[in-house]
Nanobody
Framework: QVQLVESGGGLVQPGGSLRLSCAPS????????RGWYRQAPGKQRDLVAT???????TYADSVKGRFTISRDKTKNTVYLQMNSLKPEDTAVYYCNYVGFGRRSEYWGQGTQVTVSS
């Protein structure tokens, strides 16, 4: 079974930066949308950013101008560059891959991001 493996989380001070990475444990085909979601304690899981097969991107209003999603086609990897981090960005971040027609969907195990002084 394919797993998405995330890395790059950690503790950072307000105003700092982190880069998250997500890659599948083995090759998977037919992925159209790759994205990042986050879930803070006691809250629902929310969309952060997505990138499609043709590199179109969307962002939550709360992260526009601070976060950048990108992908490496050769490695089937998706990244989330997070700059100017705020305490309210603290959450578990999950990557998500969705296949064409939603015939398949994969989630990562989550990586903790904590923004605190």
């Amino acid at each position: 079974q394919v797993q998405l493996v995330e890395s790059g989380g950690g503790l950072v001070q307000p105003g700092g930066s982190l880069r998250l990475s997500c890659a599948p444990s083995r090759s998977i085909l037919g992925i159209y949308v790759r994205g990042w979601y986050r879930q803070a304690p006691g809250k629902q899981r929310d969309l952060v950013a997505t990138i499609t097969g043709d590199s179109s991107t969307t962002y939550a209003d709360s992260v526009k101008g601070r976060f950048t999603i990108s992908r490496d086609k050769t490695k089937n990897t998706v990244y989330l560059q997070m700059n100017s981090l705020k305490p309210e960005d603290t959450a578990v971040y999950y990557c998500n891959y969705v296949g064409f027609g939603r015939r398949s969907e994969y989630w990562g195990q989550g990586t903790q991001v904590t923004v605190s002084s």
